[in-house]
């Protein structure tokens, strides 16, 4: 085996005899370039996620979106110009790093470095990009089960396959790519069987995110922390796009699953009109926080083009969702396919989501929209509590917390410890990783 660091072992006499299996890297939400093609032959190509510069101008313009019921996609309200994931570097280049300006380079801003470190480890190890190693990046605003996504991890499966000689490709996917590949098994078991070997996953929310998942679906998110942000897609911006989003509606807390404590939103409710000043607290669980979207998002609006577009919480989506939910609640492992989930630890993660307070309560429900939450933690990654993250539901041949963040799990030298073991391109050793937590592969 072809090895460049002393993490791998072999002889390293030559670099064309590599012995390895095929790798795919599968980004999660927000993981993949997205670039704007103009539909004329006239106009240039532009990157719109990810950017600093002119980020919010180039994303309201080009990739705020609503959602078609008729055909079940987002579609963008540019109607000029495509949406598309540059396929460069055999997909490797939109799920690397996100913003590959020279800037970001210059400045290192790790906030943007996806797959980057992961990629390195592994060309250092002896992959090659296009023999065996390859990425998928795909139009994350879409349904993880909608058939542009499955019908693009199908080829990516096969061109895997074929480049390595008919070698069966081991997967390595990150956080809601994790249901992207779960939806796949549902539709297509025996597609995923002819080609994976091992299916390695990463900060999946299994069982939903219920606190970043439910507030974003209120009041946004924000991609970019630290002084970048200012620079970055505003939280409002982005608000906006994640409502006519079916892949959020898809990661919202699973009202079936058995959660130690049932996720909830609360409210302070105050009433004007009582000459009392009188303040009530509400309380919405899994399945009647719908209620209170309803009522948050009623008149929630946009100006494009100087046009005035009603956003509320979107029913169809959300009926939508249910059924993917379903399908994610029943999904099977093949047979033969060795699977293993790392998960993130040690990170106050959101859960239960708080708005106004009992000295400063919410008269009206569109307020909530325009505030910033407050939330009670559990442990995980930030993003994803361990406790979903950890219920995938499968045979697990390992299931493994280590302690991290959830996009700096991808540059992680204790994950990639556990990569190199488990791809058999790591001599069997424990001596390297002390700080991660191993549980029962029964668990789940």
Excluded at 153 to 170: I, P, S
Excluded at 302 to 322: G, H, R, S, V
Aim: aromatic share 12%.
């Amino acid at each position: 085996m072809v090895c460049r660091k002393w993490w791998c072992f072999g002889d390293d006499s030559d670099d064309d005899e590599v012995d390895l299996d095929p790798i795919l890297l599968v980004s999660g939400i927000g993981g993949s370039i997205l670039n704007s093609k103009p539909k004329s032959w006239f106009g240039l190509t532009t990157r719109v996620w990810v950017r600093i510069f002119l980020a919010d101008l180039e994303f309201r313009k080009r990739v705020w979106s609503l959602y078609n019921p008729d055909t079940g996609y987002t579609e963008a309200l540019d109607d000029s110009s495509d949406l598309v994931i540059p396929d460069d570097d055999y997909g490797l280049y939109a799920i690397d790093i996100l913003d590959p300006s020279f800037w970001i380079k210059l400045f290192h801003i790790t906030d943007v470095y996806h797959f980057h470190d992961m990629i390195d480890m592994l060309v250092d190890c002896g992959y090659k990009k296009g023999t065996t190693l390859f990425g998928y990046g795909y139009d994350f605003r879409q349904s993880n089960r909608i058939d542009q996504l499955m019908d693009g991890l199908k080829e990516k499966l096969e061109t895997a396959y074929n480049a390595a000689g008919g070698r069966k490709v081991n997967l390595i996917s990150h956080s809601m790519g994790g249901l992207l590949v779960s939806c796949f098994i549902s539709l297509h078991s025996d597609v995923f069987s002819k080609y994976v070997k091992k299916w390695i996953t990463i900060a999946t929310p299994f069982q939903g995110a219920p606190g970043c998942i439910n507030d974003s679906l209120l009041t946004g998110l924000q991609f970019v922390d630290g002084i970048e942000g200012y620079f970055f897609v505003s939280r409002w911006s982005m608000h906006q796009l994640l409502v006519e989003c079916p892949s959020i509606y898809e990661m919202m807390p699973n009202p079936e699953f058995k959660w130690k404590k049932q996720p909830e939103i609360v409210v302070w409710r105050g009433n004007s009109s009582n000459a009392d000043g009188s303040v009530k607290m509400e309380t919405y669980g899994t399945s009647g926080c719908v209620e209170l979207f309803v009522e948050a998002l009623k008149d929630n609006t946009i100006e494009y083009n100087k046009e005035t577009i009603p956003l509320p919480f979107n029913y169809d989506i959300y009926k939508w969702a249910a059924t993917t939910r379903k399908m994610l609640n029943n999904v099977q492992l093949p047979e033969g396919i060795e699977f293993y989930n790392i998960y993130g630890t040690e990170i106050e993660t959101p859960f239960d989501v708080y708005y106004g307070s009992e000295t400063d309560p919410i008269n009206d429900a569109s307020e909530i929209c325009q505030s910033l939450p407050e939330y009670s933690y559990v442990d995980g990654d930030g993003t994803v509590p361990a406790e979903s993250a950890m219920a995938d539901g499968f045979g697990a041949t390992e299931r493994v917390g280590i302690p991290g963040a959830h996009r700096a799990l991808l540059r992680d030298e204790t994950v990639f410890v556990y990569l190199r073991k488990w791809l058999g391109i790591e001599e069997p050793s424990s001596s390297h990783v002390k700080t991660s937590k191993v549980v029962d592969v029964n668990t789940s």
